[in-house]
């Protein structure tokens, strides 16, 4: 919990600061070797310019800290989305989201893609639970040395419009050590002053979890654009739709701790698992700033590929362990939205990259080997 980690492993990529004007496009022109090491310590420094943080100065550290108050700090573990797995598979496109954007991902072909499924919070050994938001986070390798990062969650829309809103939230819903719960005087004062965040809760709650991993739908829910190669972009947003059929999760509590992991480590050793990678594109008046908004329901929704995941691997040097799935390293032909949470998540995940690089890191709670032996026997 500290303000002086402002130095991390050494970056391959320091781009100058940006003005206030610029907008905050990171081209991500990355050998896939170097997966390990790559930060967004830069975006950081373009999320200070971008003005993210307001007078007050809600800074990435303090961000980072917020959650090492929350749930402690776990060394070498992800600040949020603590619980995780690695994965690995293939998008395939196609070639629908070729007239949409110029990006190299999106050329009819296969694109390998490095993986890593969460459970959200800071606490590497949460129990699984129904309500808990799960993450997909996807990292595509393009062939022309390019890299596409992006984090999405089961949710239909996130709960904050701005990056305060999540700083004060987590703070306001902790459970308290007296019930357990938390305290419904602060949530009702957090609701009050966010009533965006009452209104996304409402979505959420109409939107029951699905019974797995494998079977989830996850989205990216922050807005970005794709430009063609004629130059014409549109706003869109991105979900991943399982082939997997949906079943509502059990919200009984349950006795088994890992379950949510453990039953993704016995679908993927079944067979590979597949989602279709959808692309919503958006019509002038959708809102691209702000994440807790759908979009009406009838904007067209577009079939680029299919994302396999064929393989998990316990999180360990050199796999998703050690990447920053940072929303802002994009490729040529999209680029971000105004949303001011793209450059808040781009320079909190450094600092939260920054401090567990830096840290022993400790065995996975998630053991890939384990789980497949105990079912063996
Ligand atoms: C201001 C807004 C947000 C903040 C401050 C925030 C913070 C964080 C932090 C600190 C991490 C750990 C990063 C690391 O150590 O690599 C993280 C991971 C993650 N976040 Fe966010 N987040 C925000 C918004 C979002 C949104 C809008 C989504 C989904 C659309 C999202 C999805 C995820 C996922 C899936 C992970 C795990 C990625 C992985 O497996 O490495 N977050 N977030």
Redesign the pocket.
Do not use: E, K, Q, T
């Given at each position: 919990m500290n303000d002086q980690d402002q130095t991390g492993p050494p970056e391959p990529t320091q781009p100058e600061p940006l003005s206030r004007r610029e907008r905050p496009t990171r081209r991500a022109v990355l050998g896939a070797a170097a997966i390990g090491g790559i930060t967004a310590v830069g975006a950081g420094a373009c999320a200070w310019a971008g003005g993210w943080l307001p007078s007050d100065r809600l800074t990435p550290a303090k961000?980072?800290d917020r959650?090492e108050q929350l749930s402690g700090v776990h060394d070498g573990f992800?600040?949020?989305?603590a619980k995780?797995v690695s994965a690995s598979g293939t998008f395939v496109s196609n070639g629908a989201g070729v007239e949409l954007s110029s990006a190299a991902v999106f050329a009819s072909g296969s694109t390998p893609v490095t993986a890593?499924f969460?459970l959200s919070g800071g606490l590497p050994t949460v129990a699984d639970a129904n309500a808990t938001t799960r993450?997909?986070?996807v990292l595509f390798h393009l062939n022309n040395g390019e890299q596409w990062r992006t984090?999405?969650?089961n949710l239909p829309v996130?709960l904050d419009s701005v990056?305060r809103g999540?700083y004060d939230r987590v703070l306001a819903t902790a459970p308290v050590p007296a019930t357990g719960q938390p305290d419904p005087a602060k949530v009702a004062a957090f609701l009050a002053a966010y009533p965006e965040t009452a209104r996304a809760m409402a979505l959420v709650k109409k939107t029951p979890p699905a019974s797995d991993f494998s079977n989830s739908t996850f989205r990216?829910?922050?807005a970005f654009y794709f430009t063609n190669r004629a130059g014409k972009s549109i706003p869109v947003r991105w979900s991943v739709v399982p082939e997997d059929a949906f079943r509502p999760g059990s919200k009984d509590p349950r006795t088994d701790h890992d379950y949510l992991f453990n039953a993704l480590i016995e679908r993927v050793r079944s067979g590979p698992v597949r989602w279709r990678l959808m692309i919503t594109l958006g019509a002038p008046g959708d809102p691209t700033h702000d994440?807790t908004l759908p979009w009406p329901a009838n904007r067209p929704r577009i079939d680029v590929g299919t994302l396999t995941i064929d393989a998990l691997q316990t999180e360990e040097a050199g796999n998703?362990r050690d990447?920053?799935?940072d929303p802002l390293i994009l490729p040529q032909g999209i680029s971000p939205s105004d949303d001011p949470?793209l450059n808040?998540?781009s320079a909190?995940?450094a600092k939260?990259?920054r401090r567990?690089t830096r840290e022993a890191h400790q065995p996975s709670k998630v053991d890939v080997q384990e789980v497949e032996a105990t079912h063996d026997h």
């Open positions: 961000f980072a959650f992800r600040r949020n989305h995780g890593r969460s993450g997909f986070a984090a999405m969650v996130f990056p999540f990216g829910l922050n994440a998703a990447v920053n799935f949470l808040a998540r909190v995940y939260s990259y567990r």
